[in-house]
């Protein structure tokens, strides 16, 4: 239960904190300079991208998000020591992705750097034995989270309450829906209780946080939140390629795409990098759908707790009693940034000054996502879904992600075209 509450409390408000240091230190002045990494050919490439001036540019962004990430460390109370080795490393091999992503041969089939950083990730986490501290020191909710309280001052907060009304809309349809309908498969195939209740969670509400915020409510096992985690993960990656090309098939505008997107991928970064792969608006409109899950987080934990408390008689006499307090603690602060950040450049700075800030910002948010899928791939492993030897939960948990792409589809459509 621990383990919950700090990952909800400390790291969500660390998240905010260092998202607007970065936000502050662009207005004062101190922003780092944008680099380029558009090149068509080896010439361009050693000119362009691997020339003296472009590299200081990359080593600037670097200084910033290292110091940053330290800063995380230290007040999220993680070892120093092993981030000083492990996001050097993490940074190569981002920054190799997003050189790949800058052909404009791959620019043109759309692919993002997103794509090659947790490729990359894969393959070395998957072909090689990593150590124990060096998966432990990856931070990967932290980058997700710093990069989506930056994309809040490219979001417009008019948008916000036009696409969030319709967001918050879909967002109680589809989550009271797929997760009644993945509690039900559930209890079809006889998965326990605990179980039952974090993948239900982890498939209609946000992945990966609603399943650790569902364990903390229930008390959970951690070997089971581990493998529901696990589940998340590996299947929001096919869904987050190839989702945005069936969108594309299916002639669906941007917008719809955009609902659909935030609404069926389970976790917060597959829904930036797959919004990505599709255009702005997309980007825009899944990123707020998804908050819009997200916000509907500390509701669910609140309820949650109340039907656990009271109707599991074997934890009951020791459950902590819902409160009020609970939707505070499983409520999502990075959101609170995010929206922060909106209100701020869309109604505190000129356009003057936001102009000049803006494509910096940008950059560095873009950094911090592909940083976060270099991350993921680093720390997933393909073997961890053959270790449960049950795997009616893996066979739930696939029906129901189905059944949450048909309802999400059709729910978008309706609210978006």
Excluded at 242 to 263: D, K, N, R
Excluded at 318 to 339: C, D, M, S, Y
Excluded at 360 to 385: C, H, M, P, R, Y
Aim: proline share 2%; hydrophobic share 55%; with cysteine.
């Amino acid at each position: 239960m621990s383990t919950s509450k700090s990952f909800s409390l400390s790291e969500d408000w660390v998240v905010v904190i260092l998202g607007f240091a970065i936000i502050v230190l662009a207005l004062l002045g101190l922003a780092v300079p944008k680099p380029s990494f558009s090149w068509n050919s080896s010439a361009q490439l050693m000119d362009n991208v691997l020339s003296g001036e472009n590299l200081f540019k990359i080593g600037a962004q670097f200084v910033l998000v290292f110091i940053i990430a330290i800063i995380g460390a230290i007040l999220l109370g993680k070892s120093v020591k092993s981030l000083l080795t492990v996001f050097p490393v993490v940074f190569i091999i981002t920054v190799v992705a997003i050189i790949i992503a800058g052909n404009t041969i791959v620019h043109d089939y759309n692919l993002e750097a997103v794509i090659f950083s947790l490729g990359i990730g894969l393959l070395i986490g998957n072909c090689f034995k990593l150590p124990d501290w060096f998966r432990e020191a990856l931070s990967t909710e932290l980058y997700v989270k710093i990069g989506l309280v930056l994309l809040g001052t490219n979001v417009i907060f008019g948008d916000i309450l036009t696409a969030g009304g319709l967001g918050l809309l879909q967002a109680v349809i589809v989550v009271l829906s797929v997760w009644y309908f993945a509690f039900w498969i559930c209890k079809k195939l006889k998965i326990d209780s605990e179980m039952s209740m974090m993948l239900s969670s982890a498939v209609s509400i946000c992945g990966v946080s609603a399943a650790i915020a569902t364990s903390g409510a229930i008390k959970g096992d951690s070997k089971k939140l581990s493998y529901v985690v696990s589940l998340v993960l590996i299947t929001a990656i096919p869904m987050m390629i190839f989702m945005p090309y069936i969108a594309h098939w299916l002639g669906l505008s941007q917008a719809v795409t955009g609902a659909w997107l935030g609404g069926s991928i389970d976790t917060t970064g597959a829904v930036v990098a797959s919004g990505s792969l599709v255009g702005e608006e997309a980007l825009k409109i899944s990123t707020i759908v998804k908050f819009s899950q997200n916000v509907l987080l500390g509701i669910a934990a609140f309820a949650i707790s109340i039907y656990w408390t009271y109707s599991n008689s074997k934890s009951a006499e020791n459950a902590e009693k819902p409160t009020v307090k609970i939707i505070w603690e499983r409520f999502p602060k990075f959101v609170l940034g995010f929206v922060g950040a909106s209100l701020l450049f869309s109604f505190v700075i000129s356009p003057e000054h936001v102009a000049e800030v803006k494509g910096s910002l940008k950059s560095v948010q873009g950094l911090w996502f592909a940083l976060a899928f270099t991350s993921i791939g680093l720390e997933t492993n393909f073997k961890d879904l053959f270790v449960h030897n049950n795997k009616k939960p893996l066979y739930a948990f696939l029906i129901a992600q189905t059944f949450n792409i048909i309802v999400t589809l059709i729910v978008a459509v309706l609210l978006f075209r």
